[in-house]
């Protein structure tokens, strides 16, 4: 008789080896937002980067619906079109996976594999959430709102439908959205589709897609998602602070032309445009500042696009033929920065380690 494998442990240990076939996997299941689209304000679907845990789930429209419950005064129950047929609200809002930059770390924590292009912004279009949670009536004890979604698998060994909570007050906030568009289309299936929350600020996580529930709860919520995933934890066993808003970051348009395979820049001699784009889910974005071969200048920022949306900055660079390293970082209005080096941390989240890019300057012809 055949043996069962072991269960994979809740998370699997941190690796020096080579990029396995699993994690190139969930690469190319969840694909980064390509640097070079950073020189557009709002990623359409397509460029927006994509995580997905389990399957995509395939959901009929007409038959959905969203049911709000768990302690509540009054349980309510919505189909998309009375949805949509409440007050409608569009933000703009940088989304950011908080296991963006978790390649970049030494040992890798393994899961998807993301270098820096775990990010986009798109804009969402749906019905704020705080009023629906007002009619329903949250009990006064409640402590967390979880959101569910269709989607069900198994992580850490344990069978699942995707979860996460917000505290009831973070869940009142007036931008909380239940979106059912993306950048003026119906969402398309990988983002979520009919109806996901969006929660501005939060790293990635927190915004559910394919909502099917909405459930108040008057003790803390301790499903996977939410307290063996998305903690800042120093080993296997801390049970570590949990990932909330995205953190600080600057990141640069990669100049000039690229190689193939290593993706190496090529940048021809004389002035050169730096531009990208930061953002902070804390606090508004101060500065921004890119470095050539070690020393700090001031980027120019763009005009702000919105609360939530991140900001462009722009920095003219007089290219001088020979090998150089550029980088790039920001400070928000809380003065928070990057860090020069990434911190480490067991599963690989909140990486905002300043961005370093080569690039070789050729002699313009
Ligand atoms: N139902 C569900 N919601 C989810 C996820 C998921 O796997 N299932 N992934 C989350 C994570 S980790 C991130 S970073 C964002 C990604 O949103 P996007 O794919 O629209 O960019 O969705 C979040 N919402
Ligand atoms: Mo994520």
């Not at 269960?7 to 690469?27: F, H, K, N, S, Y």
């Not at 930061?278 to 980027?299: E, F, H, N």
């Amino acid at each position: 008789m055949k043996t069962l494998p072991e269960p994979p442990a809740a998370v699997p240990a941190p690796a020096d080896v080579p990029l396995t076939a699993e994690e190139l996997q969930l690469g190319a299941r969840n694909h980064a937002m390509p640097l070079e689209m950073l020189a557009i304000d709002r990623s359409p679907a397509g460029m927006h980067y994509l995580l997905i845990h389990f399957d995509v789930p395939v959901i009929d429209a007409g038959s959905w619906r969203l049911r709000i419950g768990g302690a509540v005064r009054r349980p309510l129950e919505f189909t998309l079109a009375q949805l949509q047929a409440r007050e409608q609200r569009t933000l703009a809002v940088t989304l950011e996976c908080a296991g963006n930059g978790r390649s970049l770390l030494k040992p890798r924590p393994i899961g998807q594999p993301w270098l820096h292009g775990g990010v986009g912004t798109a804009e969402w279009t749906g019905t704020p959430l705080a009023p629906l949670l007002e009619e329903a009536g949250v009990e006064p004890d409640a402590v967390d709102i979880v959101f569910t979604g269709a989607d069900r698998g198994i992580q850490g060994g344990e069978e699942q439908d995707y979860a996460r909570s917000l505290p009831v007050s973070e869940a009142l906030s007036p931008d909380v959205l239940l979106a059912y568009a993306m950048n003026g289309a119906p969402l398309p299936p990988q983002h979520g589709f009919p109806v996901r929350l969006v929660v501005p600020g939060w790293y990635g996580m927190a915004s559910v897609k394919w909502l099917a529930g909405i459930e108040a709860r008057t003790r803390p919520f301790t499903g996977f998602q939410q307290i063996q995933s998305y903690c800042y934890k120093t080993d296997e066993t801390d049970p570590g602070e949990p990932v909330t808003r995205m953190k600080v970051r600057a990141l640069m348009v990669p100049p000039g032309i690229p190689d193939f395979l290593t993706r190496h820049r090529l940048v021809d001699s004389g002035p050169v445009l730096l531009h990208g784009r930061a953002w902070s889910g804390r606090a508004p974005i101060q500065r921004v500042q890119v470095a050539v071969d070690g020393v700090w200048s001031d980027a120019r920022l763009d005009a702000p696009e919105g609360e939530f949306a991140w900001r462009g900055w722009s920095f003219h660079w007089q290219a001088e033929p020979g090998e150089h390293e550029l980088m790039c970082r920001a400070v928000d209005a809380l003065v928070r920065i990057q860090p020069q080096e990434p911190e480490w941390n067991w599963l690989g989240m909140g990486n905002n380690a300043v961005q370093k890019m080569a690039v070789t300057v050729r002699t313009a012809r």
